[in-house]
């Protein structure tokens, strides 16, 4: 009995494994899932559970991505969306029946709900904001979560909410990466630039290698009309990722608006050409070497970049 235990949870965790590598290498979700399921059928792990919740919980954002450039949900997505959602709760349910005291067990119920509270599923807040709760009773001094109060009550709103487990967060751990550029978000959302700016900059100090924080403060300083300080920004990102296409962007941008003009044109001739079914970046490129500003006329959007949503170009790296 013991050996066929042995080779059954011996069989569970190789199929785990070939789930992982067609995520990690294929990115493969659909052959991931198929294993992962083979793995709880033969062995009851909270961490099978746990990774099934993951992956429709990926697919849920996806899904709502998708929607949100679209004028109609489709029948079929919105199908998709509330199997998803469904499969999602259950797999993070049983994950934490498994091993309730796991932290990670607790956090995926809750962060299943909250990725559903922007789009107003009625219930999703309150059970998000229960499963927190319960996560911060397994670990009571964690500032992760915390701060994913802080982002729960941001996306429902309550901005003061979100300030007073923000504090709590930072209270915990001052250095906070994570939770200081969630303030930067929230100082930036009520108008506050110069402390967002601030803090982005510190997060930076500390993390010099990271080419993301530099293009947040890109952004941020962009956002503020700190044109030179965005160019600056920009270009140590792109020092440390010379493929990072969004930066090349909003440093053509800043260019553009710093008065160097013939910098943004290169810029851009260099994205049109990596990108060619890109008609926004065409209209800029036409309106640079018209001598007029990038968004003068004949772009495809009235929406400044920075304010978007999502990013203007998709990054093949």
Known sequence: GLSYVVCEQGRASFSFQKALTAVTQNADAETAEAKILDAIRLSKR??????????????????IAAANGQKE???????????????????????????????????????????????????????AKTGYEEANKVSPRNPQVYLALAQLAASNKDLKAAQEYLDQSLGLKANYIDAIFFQAQLDATQGNLSAAIKRVEQ???????????????????YDAKEYTGAVAAFEKSISLVPVYANAKYFLGLSYAQAGET????????????????NPELAAILVNLKAGRGPFTAATPTDVKPEKRKGLPITESH
Do not use: M
């Open 46 to 63: 909270d961490i099978y559970y746990r990774s099934l919740a993951q992956l429709n919980l990926s697919k849920i954002n996806t899904l």
């Open 73 to 127: 949900v489709t029948e079929a997505q919105r199908t998709e969306f509330q199997t998803r959602t469904a499969n999602a709760v259950e797999a993070a349910r049983l994950a934490q029946l498994s091993d309730p005291l796991r932290l990670e067990n607790q956090l995926i119920v809750a962060q299943v709900y909250s990725a559903i509270v922007p789009i107003g599923v009625e219930g999703s807040y309150e059970a």
């Open 203 to 221: 997060i930076v100090a500390l993390t010099p290698n990271d080419p993301l924080n530099f293009f947040r403060l890109g952004l941020l300083k």
């Open 262 to 277: 013939a910098k943004a044109i290169k810029i851009f001739e260099e994205l049109s050409d990596q990108n060619p079914n």
